[in-house]
T-cell receptor, first 109, second 116 residues
Framework: GQNIDQPTEMTATEGAIVQINCTYQ??????LFWYQQHAGEAPTFLSY????GLEEKGRFSSFLSRSKGYSYLLLKELQMKDSASYLC??????????FGKGTSLLVTP | EAQVTQNPRYLITVTGKKLTVTCSQN?????MSWYRQDPGLGLRQIYY???????DKGDVPEGYKVSRKEKRNFPLILESPSPNQTSLYFC???????????????FGEGSWLTVV
């Protein structure tokens, strides 16, 4: 089975930087994804990591350490529209994709 | 336009009345999957399919069936729906996992299902 843990809720201020952590235990590993989801909408793809290190894409960066079973999503220059749930998902050796319960981020003025 | 289309988007049904939620993608994707999303539980995978006639159980397959007779379609079947299957359902598709483009997963808009 798989165990994916991320904080339930976080609050940050507009313009600031926030880091959302994700730890996982899986049977095999074929990549880690981060998704953003606004309430009642479909998840949208943010990032993908399969090798250790940092992937940067505009205001969003994602880091992976496979040996530690750890990833984080870094959001810079926060905007009000970044208020959403952020989902960490891990693909196992059988190619099933399993999601954490999500982190609800509230950006305040 | 690349799309994953689910129908119906909203449905209220009664316990025991068989229903099918259709899912269709126009991107010639090999991989398709179904998820349900419930408050406090996140997205949980119901079934997935690596290609035509190949399906596998996810984490919560009980009470559901799927079929993959054609590449573009992956219907979710509830033979005898029960109230605990009230949920928001998402269909998703991608190229073959492991291929570079297989890391972009497209989600449908979701189907709100209520079983009374």
């Amino acid at each position: 089975g798989q165990n994916i843990d991320q904080p339930t809720e976080m609050t940050a201020t507009e313009g600031a930087i926030v880091q959302i952590n994700c730890t996982y235990q899986t049977s095999g590993f074929n990549g880690l994804f981060w998704y953003q989801q606004h309430a009642g909408e479909a998840p949208t793809f943010l990032s993908y990591n399969v090798l250790d290190g940092l992937e940067e894409k505009g205001r969003f960066s994602s880091f992976l350490s496979r040996s530690k079973g750890y990833s984080y999503l870094l959001l810079k220059e926060l905007q009000m529209k970044d208020s959403a749930s952020y989902l960490c998902a891990v693909r196992n050796s059988g190619y099933a994709l399993n999601f954490g319960k999500g982190t609800s981020l509230l950006v305040t003025p | 336009e690349a799309q994953v289309t689910q129908n119906p988007r909203y449905l209220i049904t009664v316990t025991g009345k068989k229903l099918t939620v259709t899912c269709s993608q126009n991107m010639n994707h090999e991989y398709m999957s179904w998820y349900r999303q419930d408050p406090g539980l996140g997205l949980r995978q119901i079934y997935y399919s690596m290609n035509v006639e190949v399906t596998d159980k996810g984490d919560v397959p009980e009470g559901y069936k799927v079929s993959r007779k054609e590449k573009r379609n992956f219907p979710l079947i509830l033979e005898s729906p029960s109230p605990n299957q009230t949920s928001l359902y998402f269909c998703a598709s991608s190229q073959r996992p492991g291929a570079i483009s297989g890391n972009t997963i497209y989600f449908g808009e979701g189907s709100w299902l209520t079983v009374v």
